[in-house]
C-alpha cells in the first residue's frame, strides 16, 4: 500500500517539481525500517533515484536499531544512502538531496527539522519517523532536555511543540500519514491535480556590462535580474549606490551575490588594475555559499584564485588583481577603504552598524532572507529600507527573488515547514483607526494562554519577532512552547492586533546546592541574572530572590518610538509585584539607543561581558530593575561595584566603549562608589599648573585620571553639573586614554575644541572638589593677568 502510494504521489510532484512528506506512525522499530523501505522503493519505481540522507541520534540504542534495519531493507534498491547523525545538519545548509529520512522518534529539533526542510530537490521525497502522539507525549525528548533549568523537573515540562507538529501534519496538503502498528492510512495528500512546472529560462541582457560566462552560471531568472544590478557599480555616478537584495530561503541570493562580485570585480580590475571587494556577515558561516560562488564565477573567468583560511573557514580570495576580503560587521567599520562592500544576511546586524557601514561605503550591497530557517525578517526592510531611501545622498536599487532553486513556486512541503515554525509569521496591518488607539494609549495586557488559544493571534505575536531585530530560529519557537520556565505576555489593542510581543524567563528561587555549585564555578543554565551575581558579586543570597527576565521583546516594525515599550514594562513590572516578584531584568548587546531606552524605564546595571560576543561583536550587558527594598539592596551593591570596575577598566578590555555607551553604564542612581582617590599636595599643584598655565596634559595624566574618576564616583548631589560634550571628553581622553584624534572623534568635539574643554572641565572640578585647598601659583596669576 505505501509503495502505490508513494509511487503515485511522486509522479504528480515530479510534474509540479515539488516534494512529498510521508510520515511513518509506530511504535515497532521493524516496522517503521520496511515501511521506509516500502517507501523508497515507490519512490525508486516514480522514477525518483539518485542520492538520499539517512538522519538519527545515534547515542540512542533504538535509533541505531532502526538505522541497521533500514540498511538492511533498502540493500536490494539502486538508491545511496548517506546515514549521518543530525549534530552533522548546520553542514548539510546548502547541500541537496533527492530524498532524505529523519528519524524523529528519539528527538523534535527545530532546528535540525528547519534546516533539512531546504535540502530535497523537487520531485523529491521527505520520509518522517515518528511515534503515535500519546506515546510520544509520555517521554522527554533530547530537545526538551536541554530546555530544563535547576528549579524544574522533566515532569514540568510541556509538550506543546510535539501537538504543534502533530496538527500541522493533518491540516496541510502533500503530507501523507500512515500508521505502521495497523497498517491503515490516516491521512491522504490531498492533492488531485498539479499544473506542470514551466521553468522560466534564465537569458543574459542583450547588451550586458558583465561578462556572458557570469550570466551563464545564472539558475534562475531572479538571479539574472540581480546580477543585471551589479552593474551599477562600474559606472561612476556622484551619489553613493546601494543595492538591496531580499528573498525567502532557497532562493539563490547568496550565489547571485558571489557571482556579481566576481563579474564586477572582474571589470573593475581592467578599469583600475587593482580591485578591494570586503564581504561580510554576522557569522563567517552565512558566507559559505556567497564564497563558493564568487570563486565559481572568478574561475570561468579565467582566473586561478587563492584561498586563505583560518579554522577551515575562507578569510580571503586573491585572483590577480581582485582581493576579497572575509569580516565581521564590526571588523569592516575600522577598514579604510574598500570598493564595493557586501554584507549578506544584513537583517542580522545591529542597525546602527548598518547605519555606520553606509555612511562609510559608497558601493554597498545589503542582501538578507525574509522567511525560512536563515531568515531575520522584514524589520530589515521596513527600517533600515526606510533609512537609505531617505538618505539624499543614496540611490537604492531594490530587487526581491522569488523563484526557488531546487523546487518549484508552491511546494507544499515548504507551505507546511513555513508555517509549522511560523518561519513566514507576520504581524497585523495597521491601519489608520490602529494610530489612534496607540496615541490614546487603549491597549490591553495580554497573559499566555490568551495569545496561546489562537493560531491567529500566536502568528501575530510571533510575526513581531520575525520582522523585528531578532535572529529567529525554529528552536526559538520550540523553547517558548516547551520550556517550563518560559512564558509569552503582549499587548494588543482593543481591535485584538498585536503591538507588543515578550518572552520572559522565570530565574531564582534557587536551593543551597545549586548556590554552592555556582559560587564553585559551574553553570547555572537558565539563571543568568543570578548567576553574574553569585560569580561576580559574591552574593549568595540574591540567588534566592525571585524574578523574571526578559529575553526578547519587540514592538510592531510601525508603531515604534510611540511608547508602547515603556507601557509593556510597567504592564509586566506590575505583574511581577503581585506574583511576589523581587525583580525584572534584560541582558542584550549593547549599543547607546537601545541602553538608553532601558536606563531611563529604571534598569540598572550590573554586569558586563569582559569581550565582544564573538558572533555579534558586541558586548553583552545585563540591567535588573529591583521591584521591592530586598532586591535594591543587593542591586545597589551590585552596581556601585560595577561601576567600581568599569571605570578602572577603560583603559583595558572597554577601551573601545562608545563614551555615549559608558555614560548610561555611569548612569548615577543616587549611590555613592566609595573610596574616592585623592590627591596629593603635588598633584593638585600640577593640576592647577595645567588647567592655568604652561603644563601639558601629558605631564597631569595620574592627577587628571584621579580627578576624574573622583567626578564618576560621586553621586549627582556630590559633582558639578557638567555638559554631555565633558563628560565624554573626560571618558573618551582621560578614562580610555585614547590619542587626541580618536578621542575627538569619539567625543564628537573636534581636536583643538577638546584640549580646550578639557582645561575647563578640570578647572571645574579642581574648584569644586579642592576649591579652599590651593592657591592659583604666582606665575600662573601673572600669566592670567597679562602680567609679566
Known sequence: MIFDIVKGEIEKARAARHRRLLVLVGSDDRRLAEAVGEALRGFEAAGGGGTGLYMFQPEFADANKRMNYVRDVLGGTGLEVEFRPYKDTPRLLGTTYDFAVLDLVNDLKPNDVGRLGGVVRGGGLYVLMVPPLEVWRRYVTKFQSTLLVPQFTPSDIRHRLKERFWRSLYTHRGIIVYDVDRGELLKSSGIEEVEPYEPKKPAPPEKAVLPLKIYKLAATHDQVEVLKLFEIFYQRP?????????????????????????????????????????????????LETLLEFALRGLEALGYKPGVEKEGGEIRAIKARGIFIDVVTPYMLLKRENADIVAIDEAAAVPLPVLYAVHRKFDKLVFATTIHGYEGAGRGFSIRFLKYLRESKDTDVHLYEMEEPIRYGRGDPVEEWLFDTFLLNAEPAKVAPEDLEYVKRREVVYLKEEDIMKSEELFRQFFGIYVQAHYRNEPDDLG???????????????????????????YEGGLDDLSIDQALRGLKLPGNIIPDRFLKYWRLPEFAKLKGWRIVRIATHPELQDMGLGTIMLQKIEEEARELGMDYVGVGFGVYDRLLKFWVRNGYVPIHLSPERNPSSGEYSVLLVKPLNDMAEAFVKYANVEFRRRLIHSLMGPYADLLPTEVQLLLEDWGWDVDGAPALSKNQLDRLVAYAYGPMTYENVTDAVYMLATQYFYSSKKRRPTLPDAAVRILISKVLQARPWKEAAEAAGVRRGDLMLILREVVKVLLFYYYGGEFEVPLFVVGTVKGKD
Open 479 to 505: 523553547m517558548l512552547l516547551d520550556a517550563p520556565h518560559h512564558t509569552a505576555r503582549a499587548l494588543a489593542l482593543p481591535n485584538g492586533k498585536v503591538v507588543v510581543s515578550v518572552e520572559l524567563a
Open 238 to 286: 556622484k551619489r553613493k549606490q546601494v543595492l538591496v537584495v531580499i528573498a525567502d530561503r532557497g532562493r539563490g541570493k547568496s550565489a547571485a551575490l558571489g557571482l556579481g562580485l566576481a563579474g564586477i570585480g572582474h571589470k573593475l580590475r581592467k578599469a583600475k588594475a587593482r580591485v578591494q571587494i570586503v564581504v561580510s556577515a554576522m557569522e563567517y558561516g552565512n
